[in-house]
């Protein structure tokens, strides 16, 4: 009994100890950061973290919007109502898919590869030795990473969200013969700025930052072994993974409330 | 060279997302920016609105001439004051026009039909529509329907 209320203890203990280290890092990270030479830093790491993503982002969001669009289209068809399929897609988009598929893909693709990158540099003392040269390594590795990251994932969202409307064009206009005019203005009689697109953007900000926060944590906070990394690159997807579907829901309850 | 096709990827990427952002803005909110061809408002008094919402259209003999821009309720009366926002275009409405909230199919939206009335003078910005119906609501029609029925018998 006592064994078990002890470790209960050090777990929380250790929980805390991480939370701690994870945010001392990112204070010490952002500190004292927009500084103009280390634009190339930043142009570099929107490169590999926003652009190399951009592929998988657009194939899936292509596939995602034709299957939603599909579905719709063959339920709605059967009360007559195909003109809403639009309407559907947008909203469902807008508000969920949109941002969490992208961070969930995002989180894969470049959560995972912040990680082991960051974790690689720490076991082979990359470092430890730019603290020798006096570089401070927060500054010149993980700060960049965390702005391209919190910058290209709403961009990456936005992308998403474009080509998955156009998926569903394709699937429910070209291709089942579904009414141009009324799948565009539906959606635009329906759809409010702020309401829809603004609130679906802030929820991307927020997955872009606890992403791209856990993934260079676990990168910098990593056991400089090769098992070590490969733990802490599991560890980036599966946490930012539970994270993100998490903080949906308590987002969605807090944004658009009012469910009762 | 190698930096500089990493600075013009980027540079698209940039480009494509705000384009997204914009495209999202106006193409799926149907967001227009500044009033474009100029609207003017006019004000409707409805007793009752149940269902109709903002940016629900306005219409003109089937032909959307407007959007609901505002809905409020005027504690004084009880009654609903809706602010219609209607395209320049359309601006030698008679002043007896009547307002009328119907709804698109049968289970549509709700949205207001504006039947033109026979006065010289036309509706001007901030005037106040009087002739209106508002909304037949299912369950009210259900019980005149019953009370009907009762009393014939």
Redesign the interface.
Same mark, same amino acid.
């Given at each position: 009994m006592i064994e078990q209320l002890r470790r209960i203890g050090v777990e929380a203990m250790d929980f805390l100890s991480q939370l701690g280290r994870a945010s001392i890092m990112l204070g010490n990270a952002l500190w004292g950061l927009p500084r103009l030479n280390d634009l %190339?830093l930043l142009?570099?790491q929107?490169?590999n973290i %926003? =652009?190399l993503s951009?592929i998988i982002i657009i194939f899936s969001a292509f596939s995602i919007g034709a299957v939603i669009a599909l579905q719709f289209h063959t339920q709605l068809a059967k009360f007559g109502a195909e003109d809403a399929v639009g309407v559907g897609l947008?909203m469902v988009l807008?508000r969920e898919l949109g941002p969490v598929v992208a961070a969930l893909l995002f989180a894969g693709r470049a959560g995972s590869a912040i990680t082991a990158e960051i974790g690689l540099m720490k076991a082979s003392e990359q470092l430890s030795s730019m603290e020798m040269m006096g570089v401070d390594p927060l500054r010149r590795i993980v700060a960049p990473r965390l702005w391209a990251g919190v910058f290209?994932l709403? *961009?990456?969202t936005?992308?998403f969200? =474009?080509v998955a409307?156009y998926g569903g064009v394709i699937v429910a206009i070209e291709w089942l013969g579904g009414d141009r005019g009324s799948y565009?203005t539906g959606?635009?009689?329906v759809?409010?700025?702020w309401e829809?697109?603004g609130k679906g *953007?802030v929820k991307s900000v927020c997955f872009a930052v606890v992403v791209t926060w856990i993934a260079v944590y676990q990168g910098y906070d990593t056991e400089p072994t090769a098992e070590g990394i490969g733990l802490s690159t599991t560890s980036t997807v599966v946490t930012s993974s539970v994270m993100i579907l998490a903080m949906d829901f308590l987002l969605t309850l807090s944004m658009y409330g009012d469910f009762r | 060279m190698r930096m500089r096709t990493v600075e013009i990827s980027v540079g698209g990427f940039v480009l494509a997302g705000a384009l997204a952002l914009i495209f999202l803005a106006v193409r799926v909110s149907g967001v227009t920016f500044g009033a474009a061809e100029g609207t003017y408002t006019v004000l409707a008094r409805f007793n009752d609105v149940a269902g109709l919402r903002e940016r629900a259209k306005v219409s003109l003999a089937g032909v959307t001439i407007g959007r609901v821009s505002d809905i409020t309720v005027d504690m004084n009366y009880g009654e609903a004051i809706v602010t219609l926002e209607l395209n320049g275009s359309a601006d030698t409405l008679p002043v007896d026009t009547g307002a009328q909230i119907l709804t698109e199919g049968m289970l549509g939206a709700r949205y207001v039909n504006l039947s033109p009335g026979i006065e010289e003078d036309t509706l001007a910005d901030g005037d106040m529509i009087y002739d209106t119906q508002g909304a037949l609501v299912l369950e009210n029609l259900v019980g005149d329907l019953i009370t009907g029925m009762r009393s014939t018998k």
């Open positions: %190339g142009v570099r929107i490169y %926003g =652009v951009l947008a807008l290209c709403p *961009m990456l936005a992308i969200n =474009v409307i565009w959606m635009q009689d759809v409010e700025l829809d697109v *953007m | -």
